[in-house]
């Protein structure tokens, strides 16, 4: 059971992005959230060499992370922040940290997640969204290559049986009414 928001009511996407998602197929989604990099150019350079390799277009999100780079390809579209909950039904996958709002906000979209855990519960969530079949083994950080994430990308991109499972996820976490839920967990709390 799980809460979501909405994108904050007066929010709108930037047309730039907008015109980004209508020009071509559908994107994936990379972004590290909070997780900050010692080398957040590298990390960056290693991204768009597996982009590239698996011939995908992308949104990056920056974020806490640092990812940034003076060159981006026009395959490639950069924000500092973004609502996933308008973003992530628009992209193909979605590729990031593991934290568990980030994790919930992925499957509740139905697209398949990678996860590249970093430290914490970010490997159990990698594990957990793998053995529902909804996403490749994640790769620890530390252990990340181009070739790797390029193959992994592909793998969520082409796994038809991924994607099913990924919508199924998904359509069953978006009819979950998570706050009535709750709602009645604590009620019955009270009641004993």
Request: net charge positive; no cysteine; proline share 8%.
């Amino acid at each position: 059971m799980a809460w979501f928001l909405g994108p904050p009511g007066d929010w709108t996407p930037p047309n730039s992005l907008t015109a980004f998602l209508e020009a071509g197929p559908r994107p994936v989604y990379v972004g590290f959230g909070s997780m900050s990099s010692r080398r957040p150019e590298e990390t960056t350079e290693l991204i768009l060499q597996a982009l590239a390799e698996a011939k995908q277009r992308a949104v990056l999100l920056s974020g806490w992370s640092g990812l940034r780079t003076a060159n981006l390809p026009d395959t490639v579209f950069m924000l500092d922040s973004i609502p996933f909950s308008w973003l992530f039904p628009r992209v193909a996958a979605v590729i990031h940290h593991g934290g568990a709002g980030t994790t919930a906000a992925g499957l509740r979209a139905g697209v398949p997640s990678l996860v590249v855990p970093f430290f914490g519960d970010q490997f159990f969530w990698g594990r957990r969204v793998a053995a529902l079949g909804v996403g490749p083994e994640p790769i620890p950080r530390k252990e990340l290559t181009a070739e790797r994430l390029a193959r992994a990308i592909e793998r969520a991109l082409t796994d038809q049986s991924m994607r099913q499972r990924s919508a199924d996820l998904g359509a069953s976490i978006q009819a979950e009414d998570g706050v009535a839920r709750a709602v009645a967990v604590v009620q019955r709390m009270r009641q004993r």
